[in-house]
């Protein structure tokens, strides 16, 4: 397939010059705002050079326009865009610039002193974002062309194998995944979505962002999800058309109707109901939810499954039938398939390994080709990790086929990295760590401990200790001190039995926490 123009979010920008783009706390900026501040940052980090040509730049900008205009810039540099989250601590930050090899790193005001030592520390260029976008460098040079198949985005995502990985997509790859759910989604410039999705995860980068401005809607973005600033927002607004969020949002939101008054609930209804379309996705939704959520809002959620490798696959269509539980057929482009343990293709109602394939699937794992080789078939399908049954051609997710990969809140964490980290405490001989279901986070980080002679250890205590060195949304919020942990004969442990300690026994004396 030829496409036009490599950078096709931009190239649409200017047949929507005088559109309102983003709105956000900053202010509100039309699509020519955007190309000019864009230039300008991208002139900025050219400085001599002509063409980034691939370089990794990584940054760490709050959600708004600032963030837009640095992600644009990057892309009309030639570089290759590697997205901070806002609230990872120093270990975290420092382990993405390095495994990115970023030679410059955005940033702004407020999180320079963050970044400064570890920047520092590993040699890399850290630049001010807001001098950037005040176009303290030449803001008319020549912008190099960008080709279709060079890279475009490296977004971290955590494995198996414990640290997480850059999965790196290319433009073609991004535009194709961005016109999937353009058209699947009917989303056009006459749409408005209000934004509350961290800008690290695909989700919020492509689905909430990309997706819309590609078709020359308007974004208002907010700094951060907030119950109350969104409930309020919705229940006021008669522009907004579109919301995009993860199941434990919709929890968040549906406590927050809870406590409001009769009217106020009246109001957020209203609002809701002005709008076209509410999707759900990056974890599973609980039925018991979806029906909540159509109660309270009069809104049917679209329930969508996708990867940070590829993109959206399956979703519930917009128009016909969202059948619960499930999250519909591919999307448009997107080809998907059920194997089982022989590698025989299975038949409608038989449980397998999901497969996807299509122009939607990322290029690689950056500078891990073992890794890359082994996430794809032969035949170039991609294996997501995820159990599945196809019902009537509608596909129902099971679970994931490790045991060590879980989503808490929508994020995708590893059980390795956390337990590695664990490790380190001065208090824990051993540990291990496994998800357990919960209907608010999907699912929640426990940690079951074997404790050095002499030591203590509560949650308090581990969480205060691990917030310095793990994301927030890693953290365990169970915790469980053992006299040893449950092993096979091989020395195993045995993580399902783990997991029933917990579901077992849900409200142990301590060691509960809710999480962040
Ligand atoms: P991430 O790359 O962080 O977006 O995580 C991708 C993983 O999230 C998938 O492999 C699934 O395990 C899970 N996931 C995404 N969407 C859904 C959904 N609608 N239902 C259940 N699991 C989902």
Redesign the pocket.
Known sequence: MSIPDPIATLARAHEHAERVAVVADEGSFSYADLLTASARVASGLLGDARDLAGERVAFMVSPGFAYVATLWGIWRAGGIAVPLCVTHPAPELSYTLADADAAQVVAHAEYRALLSPLTQAQGRCLLDCSALLQGLAMSTRELPHVAADRGALL?Y??GTTGKPKG?LSTHAILTAQIRSIVTAWEITAQDRILHVLPLH???GILNALCAPLYAGACCEILPRFDAHRVFTRIAASHELSLFMAVPTIYAKLSERWQAASAPEQAAFRAGCERMRLMV??????PVSMLERWRELSGQRLL???????IGMG?GQLLHGERRPGT?GVPFPGVQARLLGDTGRELADGEAGALQIRGPNLFREYFRRPEATAEAFTADGWFR???VAVREGGHYR?L??SSVD?L?TG???VSALEIEECLREHPAIAEVSVVGVDDEHW?ERVAAAVVLRAGRNLDLDTLRTWGKERLASYKLPSLLRVLPELPRNAMGKVLKPDLKQLWLANPRPAGGEKRPP
């Open positions: 977004i995502t955590s999965a995860h695909l989700h759900s996705g990056s974890a599973a939704l329930e969508r499954y996708g990867m940070t490798e399956l999250v997501t990790g995820d997710l679970g994931r990969i989503k929508g994020f995708k999907g």
